[in-house]
């Protein structure tokens, strides 16, 4: 179960790669430094953004500790549901058709500082409230999680409606591109029962992913938001013909594809030069 770090631009900074059973909230905060020893000298990470499993104590002290902003998602305990209750009908805001916002201070138990806690409410069917004392802790509890949705940030700047957009876009920048490592560069599947060839190959598929990223950006805009797969299809498999004449080797395609290659070709060459 590899951990993958992206910076910008959905590349890859670092991965720690894991045995299956390893619960995904271990040893959190070590990667997050070792991702850190992964950047120029001199340079620093200003924004931190994970899901649930990151929702710890030392690494909200630790981003607090080298002022780095957090947009982590919450995991809701009993002491998050009650601040939810405690919420007043005029203190939420319609952040979308379906979607209420509100905001409480909270803190943990081992946090050196308390930290914003976003709330957001979802419009789904609520219970009868007669139903409630038929309903156990658990199944309750398990309908109140569906309903909120919580980010802790360290953000003081940004309104509750910014955060939440913010964060949201961890869904482009990191489980998007760990879709497109696993489809587009078949790392869903492993060649060894041993872990570090394992390791080793997925490795190799990172560097690929991020060659693959710093090649889009010698191509047109157009095909810049495409994924590998696209990519494939509209430039390497195109269609051509290799033949001898006059002691030289020529490769014929379709002449519409001449330009894209001498694009490609020419600023290849630029960027090689910087």
Request: aromatic share 10%.
């Amino acid at each position: 179960m590899p951990m993958v770090g992206h910076i910008n631009g959905g590349y890859v900074i670092d991965v720690d790669f894991r045995e299956g059973n390893e619960a995904p909230a271990s040893k959190n905060l070590e990667f997050i430094k070792q991702c850190v020893l992964q950047l120029p000298i001199g340079k620093k990470f200003d924004r931190f953004r994970a899901d649930s499993a990151s929702y710890q104590a030392d690494i909200f002290n630790y981003c607090e500790e080298k002022n780095i902003l957090f947009t982590v998602t919450a995991k809701k305990n009993k002491n998050v549901f009650d601040a939810i209750k405690s919420i007043q009908d005029e203190e939420w805001q319609t952040f979308s058709k379906r979607e209420k916002v509100a905001e409480f201070t909270h803190a943990m138990q081992d946090t050196d500082n308390a930290f914003r806690m976003i709330v957001i409410k979802k419009d789904i069917t609520p219970t009868l409230p007669t139903l409630e004392e038929y309903i156990s802790d658990a199944v309750m509890m398990q309908h109140q999680d569906e309903i909120f949705y919580c980010i802790a940030t360290n953000d003081n700047d940004l309104t509750p409606e910014e955060i939440i957009k913010l964060h949201r876009q961890r869904g482009e920048t990191s489980e998007n591109k760990i879709k497109e490592l696993k489809n587009g560069f078949n790392m869903s599947y492993l060649p060894s029962s041993n872990l570090e060839a394992n390791a080793f190959y997925f490795q190799i598929g990172t560097l690929s992913y991020n060659l693959f990223l710093l090649f889009k950006q010698i191509l047109d805009k157009n095909l810049q938001k495409h994924t590998v797969k696209t990519i494939r299809y509209k430039l390497y498999n195109i269609a051509g013909k290799v033949i001898t004449h006059a002691r030289n080797i020529i490769l014929k395609v379709n002449e519409k594809f001449i330009n894209i290659l001498q694009t490609i070709r020419q600023k290849a060459y630029e960027e090689s030069l910087q």
